[in-house]
Every structure is written in structure tokens, then in C-alpha cells.
Nanobody, 114 residues
Framework: VQLQASGGGLVQIGGFLRLSCVAS????????MGWYRQAPGKQRELVAS???????NYADFVKGRFTISRDNAKNTIYLQMNSLKPEDTAAYYC?????????WGKGTLVTVSS
């Protein structure tokens, strides 16, 4: 299984980014896919997750700003991040599994600066 994340970068406060993650190397789709993030010196934490049926779950700190979506035909998930704050600076990781996070991709770095 491979999870390839992209879309990170440097953005100003209040800006936006869209992350993508393509999953490959499996015979059927994952029921669970999501985004986690890890800032320097902090533990990895859930940002948002989505099931194959489109049921979403968000961390409180991104509600109203981030939107997760999924294209099952393309085995791809997206994370639209709006109104970015400096505290959103972190490496963002894509994950997938049958009922929760199991396989992980390499992180894509998001840096929010003033």
C-alpha cells in the first residue's frame, strides 16, 4: 500500500491550501481515510477523517475552516484548508485503514507565516 500526499507549502496567515492523497497498491478501497498532523515537539493528532460512504469527523480546532472530501473512483482524499493560522504549521500525514489509521504516507509540510 502506498499513500502519496501532496499540496503542502508556505502560505500566509488567512490563506488556503488544498492537500491531496492518492492511495494505491491494494485490491479494494479503504473504508477509512484521513489526515493527521504533527508539529515539531508535539504528538501526531487527528485533523479529519472520512469513510467510504462520506461520513466525516473533524478535530475541533479545524471545524469551519477545513473540509475533507473523497473521490472513491480515484482512491483519493483531499483536505481543503482555509483561514490558515500559524498553529496549523505542521507535517500533514495521510492515513488509511479498514476501521482506523493503519497505513501511513510520508508527510507534506504546511507552513503558515505572517
Amino acid at each position: 500500500v502506498q499513500l502519496q500526499a501532496s499540496g503542502g507549502g508556505l502560505v500566509q496567515i488567512g490563506g488556503f491550501l488544498r492537500l491531496s492523497c492518492v492511495a494505491s497498491g491494494f485490491s479494494s478501497g479503504f473504508a477509512y481515510m484521513g489526515w493527521y498532523r504533527q508539529a515539531p515537539g508535539k504528538q501526531r493528532e487527528l485533523v479529519a477523517s472520512i469513510t467510504r460512504r462520506g461520513i466525516t469527523n473533524y478535530a475541533d480546532f479545524v471545524k469551519g475552516r477545513f473540509t475533507i472530501s473523497r473521490d472513491n473512483a480515484k482512491n483519493t482524499i483531499y483536505l481543503q484548508m482555509n483561514s490558515l493560522k500559524p498553529e496549523d504549521t505542521a507535517a500533514y500525514y495521510c492515513t488509511a485503514g479498514s476501521a482506523g489509521p493503519r497505513d501511513w504516507g510520508k508527510g507534506t509540510l504546511v507552513t503558515v507565516s505572517s
